[in-house]
């Protein structure tokens, strides 16, 4: 079993950064792929980007290419998402997520955090 908790979110104008941390308490966290996923107002919940164990595989949403960048520090037991050039479309509830040790479907939920960007 393992706990997430997001931090970091806030409200930003247009063009500015935020950076993300998701982290998580419980065993087996490198042992785990984790991914950030975001729920806009009226909107599906989407894939953001995604990190396997050992960060030698990483995949972005296309809307979010090229301005966000995901890591993860397995000493520290967590993950952030950097995120540059933020647009008002950027604006969701951003959610971390996790899987089974060495699975691929994503189990385990945090709480999320509120992201604003305005114009």
Known sequence: QVQLVE???GSV???GSLRLSCAASGPTFEMRAMGWFRQGPGKERELVARINWNEVITSYGDSVMGRFTISRDNAKNTMYLQMNSLKPEDT???YCAATKPWG???EYWGQG???TVSS
């Open 7 to 9: 931090s970091g979110g």
């Open 13 to 15: 104008q247009a063009g």
């Open 92 to 94: 969701a509830v951003y």
């Open 104 to 106: 691929a479907a994503y």
């Open 113 to 115: 955090t509120q992201v």
